[in-house]
Structure formats: structure tokens, C-alpha cells
């Protein structure tokens, strides 16, 4: 056991060397940064497709940066803070050159979920929460990727990805409906109570907001449509080439195009006198965030006045010094009038203000730790995939990991939430011609510009635009063709497919996931548990196993065969066929053991066929008593005919003494029998 140990010690020890040398290879920090290969590639005529690219991604990204923040529960210039940083690190770790991270609707929809913290007015959460939450996220992603273990996400279906993008384009539309009706702020704590609180409050519809928001709407997808219509036919003339290059630009910059549209309008009746008419997105703080470390101390939120400020007549409050990590939170002060929930079990400085430690924060983000990273490579790793099959090209997982990891972790810096790659705006990429990741510094560069000089224009947004373009956004994640397949195809399917979108709707997207993982991992323990066995009756009884034996099948197998040959009044020898067999536990041989035993007290024979070598070495570990085992069925039936013929004679033809009968293992190669004894408990071996 000793020499055991440290030979499996050795080995580990070898191969967590060889591990860092290779990690530690010019060639393997190439590899972790792909630009060093392409970049020497770079043929000049690209600059302009990379910038044309990037440019109209950034009129896309803009507006939905803004409504995506929304969906977040965050004030609106965060869905700006998100959409540069991962661009730049993207462009310099990526492996897909159509890839565009940034702010997307699902994982807005999961940061509103697990970014609570504590909501303030209108329901918006406190920003620490999010910004922390990008931090760990990245953190999460950096080690996943890091121990190659890419492949867990391969552990959730498609019925469950499925399910979960289409209960999240409900969940988001139904949320949006809000600011479409015009409807006065609610607390909303999921679907079910947006929709009460929608239902309750229709009757007080704002028709100026609910006019805008479906005008917006319709124009959106109008645009789309006509777009779609023109897309790829080829020009006949000059005028016609001008023209289709026209409406793909306008089709493709429509929500900024509709965006400024409804700004323009909303300015012009605010400019009139009219400034209660529309719901705005009102005040955006000008200037680019500051490039800050997320972790503790917080004392710059404070201080540079980009989450939390207060002031006490007309003095801001100062943070006393703390040694351990801690988060600044507003609290009731007597008299004062500010209104923030404080932890109970804290208590209130002298300087008028309290504190809540990091691992409140982290405990209140609980398992969405895990959750989002994995639904954040899982939405990235799809999209990459997809478009490097159109584009003939090659992404690699890990690196993907590294690449989302470090994007997230360097966009928590710059007060960012959690991003990941967005589906519409890498379509977007694509088709504007983009030839390497170099296009994501251009789209960077837009958003700092208009974060730089166009946030005063901001105020003027109608909420019901921005609303408008989501709902557009999320209307065609909702997949319903899928739905029909899975029930013609695979009912099982279907059924996980229902359950996770249930889950998702009533208990919140964390429960669906499980909901759905759970019911999947049920399909797949049951089919571990039943696996089909051939029967083939006649004179021997020969079993066909398939793949490998798994510890939940031994009981259904070994009933199998028990009831076959042993249960009647004829008993019947049996073979087992182990050709397709891959994989044995201890469970499994302890099984074949028992078998093995039971047949002889019935005195009947049991042997295997066609069983690979490196299970026969497990087998030949445990020392099973009078196990047989031979390289064809043909074989082995032909040992057993001759065997009963000759009753008096073994089956190996040899006489064993006691003590090679305990030991025994025959194998029979090309018809031939050959005999051996374990001797490896004499050399030190140990049994399994």
C-alpha cells in the first residue's frame, strides 16, 4: 500500500512539473495571448472593414448598453461601463474574431437576480453588488480555465440552455412591460410579481409613454424586417448598391437610429413646456469611470461620488479607516431623512455611517457565484462556435475561459457588471466584414467617447424607447420551433425542456437550472441503472452488455441473468458477450464475483467473452474464485458443450491443487486454454 502511495505520489509530482515547464514555453504564452499570432499577419487593407465593423457595433452597444442596464436594476450609464473593457481584453485574448462582449439581456437578467443587494428607489440595486459580482465571476472563469475544465458546461443540455434563454425572454419582455404602459415604479421579486403588479396597475397607463413605447417597437421591427428583406441580393446599378447599403446600415444601427428618433421628440415636447409627458431616463453622470480596484476598501465610491453620496448639511460624511474589508451602506439617521436598510447585527460608527462586511456581500450573491460564470461561457462558447463553423475558423474552450475571465475581471476595475459575448451584436460584427478581433478597439473607443462627451443628451431618452428596444432584442430568443421538435422527437426532452422553463418562470433562473440539471442527471442515472441487454436463449444463455458497467446497473444486470438460468426448473449456462463493455467498478466485480459463486452452488458454468485486457487485470486483482474468461463467445460456448460431455473433466482440462483452485483465472486464446495463478499478493500486489 505504502509503495502504492508513493508511486501515484511520483506520478502526480511528474506530471504538475511537466504541466509548468510547458506553461512556462514562449510558445504556450502565445497561445494564451492569440493576438502574438495574428498580429504579424495583419495585412493593412483590413483597418478598414476591422474599423467599419467596430464602429457599427458601437451604435449598437450604445443604446442597448443603456436599456440592458435596466434589465440589471442598475442606473443606466453601467450598461456603459460595460461595454468597452471586455472589447479591449477580448481583442488581445479571443481566439473568434466575430466575438463582441459586452452587456447581453440573460446575464443582465442574472445580475438582477443575484446583484440585489439591498434596492433603493424604483428598485434599483446598490452597483457594489454587481461590480463584486464581475470581479468573482472573472475570478471563477480565470481558474476554470485555467484547470482545463471547460468541459462541466457539457454536463447541461440543450433542452435546459434552451428552456432557460426562452423563460428569460419572458421573464425580460414581461419586466420591460413597465415602462411600455407607463405604469408607477413597483417592487418587483420575480415574474409572478411582475406580472400582478403590471396587471394592477394597467388602468393607470400613461397613453404618451404607451404611444411611444409601440411606435418604437413597431419601427424596430420593421426595420428589421426590411432589412432582412435586402440583405445579400445583389445590386443591379450604382443607385441600387447606395440604396441596399442604405437600409443595412439603418437596419443595423436601429436602436440608436430609433433611440435619437425618440430623444429628438421627447426634447422637443420637454423644450415646449410639456416636461411631465414622457418618462425619462433623466440625469447620466458625465465622465469616464475611474480605473479602481473592486475589492475593499469601497472608500472611492464615496469619494469620487460615482455609487454613493451623501452629504449632511452640505458636509460629506467621512469614512473612518477600517482594517478589514467592508462596504459603505447608507442608514437612518434621526432627523436627517436618508433611508437605507442597515444589517442588524452592525453597529453605527461615530461618523454617521455603517458598514457591512464583504462576506455579507458575497453570501448575499450566494450560488450566483457559480451560475453566472457558467451561463456566462456557456452564452459565449455557443455564439463563438457558431460563427467560427460559418467562418471556417477554430475557437479554443479553455482559452475562451481565460479570455471571459480576464474580460470580466479587468471590467470590475471600471465599475462594470458581469459580461459576457452577445449574439446580436457578434451577427452584427460579422456581417459588417470584420476580419480580426482588432474591431472590438474601435467599438471600445466609441462607447469612451460618448461615456466622454454625449452623456448630458442622455436625459432626454423616453424610458419607453429603451424598453421598446429590448423587447425587440428578446422577442426572437424566445425559441418556439424548438418546442415541437423535442416533443416529436424525444418526449424525455420535452420534459426537461418544461421543467426548467416552469422553474425558471415561478421560483427565478437559478431554480429552473437546477430543476432542469436534475431532471436530466434522473434520464441519465436511469439509463446508467437499465442498460439494454441482448438475450440470446438457446441451449447457453448468452448476454450481450453494452458500454460500461456502472455500479447502479449491477442489481438489474445480475437479476437479468439469475432470472434467465437459474429461476426455472432447467438451468442453463450462461455467457456473458463483454465486446462492447469499456468500464468495471469495484461494485461491478464484486457482482461478478458473487455470479461467479452463485452459479457454481447451482452447479452450472459462468464465463465472459471478448472482455478487454485492462478489465481482465481489475478482475485478475480481486481473485475471484473459479473465474473464466475467454477472447470469443464461440469459444466459450464451445468450452462449456465440452465441458458438460465430459463432466468429470474440468473445463481447462487441468487438475488444480487447492490453493491454484482459489486463484484460478483461465483465458482461452484462439480456442486454446491457458492457465495462470495470481502470485501477485506474493510480489507485494493488493487485491481490489
Not at 450598461?79 to 462582449?101: E, N, Q
Request: aromatic share 10%; glycine share 8%.
Amino acid at each position: 500500500m505504502a509503495s502504492s502511495f508513493r508511486e501515484g505520489a511520483r506520478t502526480v509530482k511528474n506530471k504538475v512539473t511537466e504541466y509548468v515547464k510547458d506553461s512556462c514555453t514562449v510558445d504556450c504564452w502565445k497561445r494564451k495571448f492569440p493576438i502574438t499570432l495574428w498580429m504579424p499577419k495583419y495585412k493593412p487593407k483590413w483597418l478598414i472593414s476591422d474599423c467599419i465593423a467596430g464602429l457599427t457595433v458601437g451604435l449598437t452597444v450604445i443604446p442597448q448598453g443603456l436599456a440592458y442596464a435596466t434589465i440589471a436594476k442598475l442606473p443606466v450609464e453601467y450598461g456603459l461601463y460595460s461595454a468597452f473593457m471586455g472589447c479591449i481584453v477580448y481583442c488581445f485574448m479571443g481566439t473568434a474574431k466575430d466575438i463582441t462582449l459586452g452587456p447581453t439581456a440573460v446575464m443582465s437578467l442574472m445580475v438582477a437576480e443575484f446583484g440585489g443587494g439591498t434596492g433603493g428607489e424604483d428598485d434599483i440595486h446598490d452597483p457594489i453588488y454587481a461590480i463584486t459580482l464581475s470581479f468573482f465571476c472573472g475570478i471563477v472563469l480565470l481558474i476554470m480555465g485555467l484547470l482545463h475544465l471547460g468541459f462541466l458546461v457539457n454536463f447541461i443540455s440543450f433542452p435546459v440552455i434552451n428552456a432557460f434563454t426562452s423563460a428569460a425572454a419572458v421573464i425580460i419582455g414581461f419586466g420591460q412591460l413597465r415602462h411600455i404602459f407607463g405604469i408607477p415604479k413597483f417592487k418587483s421579486h420575480g415574474f409572478i410579481d411582475d406580472v400582478y403588479h403590471v396587471s394592477k396597475g394597467l388602468p393607470q397607463t400613461r397613453w404618451q409613454d404607451f404611444v411611444m413605447g409601440l411606435v418604437c417597437f413597431c419601427l424596430l421591427m420593421i426595420m428589421k424586417k426590411v432589412k432582412d428583406k435586402y440583405n445579400g441580393q445583389k445590386p443591379k446599378s450604382k443607385l441600387q448598391f447606395i440604396l441596399f447599403k442604405t437600409i443595412w446600415l439603418l437596419g443595423t444601427a436601429r436602436n440608436a437610429v430609433i433611440v435619437i428618433i425618440a430623444a429628438c421628440v421627447a426634447y422637443a415636447v420637454y423644450a415646449h413646456g410639456y416636461e411631465d409627458c414622457f418618462r425619462l431616463v433623466g440625469h447620466v453622470p458625465a465622465g469616464l469611470p475611474g480605473f479602481i480596484p473592486p475589492l475593499p476598501p469601497f472608500e472611492r465610491l464615496v469619494e469620487e461620488g460615482g455609487v454613493i453620496m451623501e452629504e449632511m448639511n452640505n458636509t460629506l460624511l467621512n469614512m473612518t479607516a477600517m482594517t478589514t474589508p467592508l462596504v459603505p451602506v447608507d442608514y437612518l439617521i434621526n432627523g436627517t431623512g436618508l433611508n437605507v436598510t442597515i444589517a442588524p447585527e452592525l453597529e453605527v460608527p461615530s461618523s454617521g455611517r455603517t458598514y457591512i462586511p464583504l462576506s455579507k456581500v458575497l453570501s448575499d450573491i450566494n450560488v450566483g457565484l457559480v451560475i453566472i460564470p457558467i451561463i456566462g461561457f456557456l452564452e459565449n462558447c455557443a455564439i463563438a462556435k457558431a460563427f467560427a463553423r460559418k467562418g471556417n475558423y477554430r475557437i479554443y474552450p479553455n482559452q475562451e475561459l481565460l479570455a471571459l475571465g480576464s474580460a470580466n475581471v479587468m471590467s470590475s476595475f471600471v465599475s462594470a457588471y458581469p459580461v459576457t459575448g452577445s449574439f446580436s451584436r457578434t451577427a452584427v460584427n460579422a456581417q459588417s466584414g470584420v476580419k480580426t478581433p482588432l474591431g472590438g478597439l474601435f467599438t471600445a473607443a466609441l462607447v469612451l467617447l460618448s461615456l466622454a462627451f454625449l452623456t448630458p443628451l442622455f436625459f432626454f431618452i423616453p424610458k419607453a424607447a429603451l424598453a421598446a428596444v429590448i423587447v425587440s432584442a428578446v422577442i426572437l430568443m424566445f425559441d418556439h420551433s424548438t418546442i415541437k421538435k423535442l416533443w416529436v422527437v424525444k418526449k424525455l426532452d420535452f420534459l426537461t425542456w418544461l421543467g426548467t422553463f416552469l422553474g425558471c418562470l415561478w421560483q427565478g433562473v437559478e431554480i429552473g437550472i437546477i430543476i432542469g440539471i436534475a431532471i436530466d442527471l434522473c434520464v441519465l442515472l436511469y439509463t446508467q441503472a437499465k442498460p439494454e441487454i441482448e438475450v440470446l436463449e438457446k441451449d447457453i444463455t448468452v448476454f450481450q452488455i453494452d458500454y460500461g458497467v456502472h455500479y447502479p446497473a449491477v442489481e438489474h444486470i445480475a437479476d437479468t441473468i439469475k432470472e434467465s438460468c437459474l429461476s426455472g426448473d432447467v438451468k442453463r449456462p450462461c455467457v456473458c458477450d463483454c465486446t462492447r463493455l469499456t468500464f468495471l467498478d469495484y461494485t461491478s466485480i464484486q457482482a461478478i464475483k458473487e455470479i461467479s459463486a452463485e452459479f457454481r452452488r447451482n452447479n452450472v458454468k459462468f464465463a465472459v467473452a471478448g472482455m478487454r485486457q485492462s478489465l481482465l487485470d481489475l478482475i485478475d486483482r480481486a481473485k475471484i474464485p473459479h473465474f473464466e474468461s475467454y477472447d470469443t463467445v464461440d469459444n466459450a460456448m464451445r468450452a462449456i458443450t465440452e465441458s458438460a460431455d465430459h463432466p468429470d473433466v474440468d473445463a481447462t482440462h487441468v487438475l488444480l491443487t487447492p490453493m491454484e483452485e482459489k486463484n484460478h483465472v483461465a483465458t482461452v486464446s484462439d480456442g486454446k486454454v491457458e492457465n495462470h495463478t495470481n502470485e501477485k499478493m506474493k510480489d507485494g500486489g493488493d487485491a481490489v
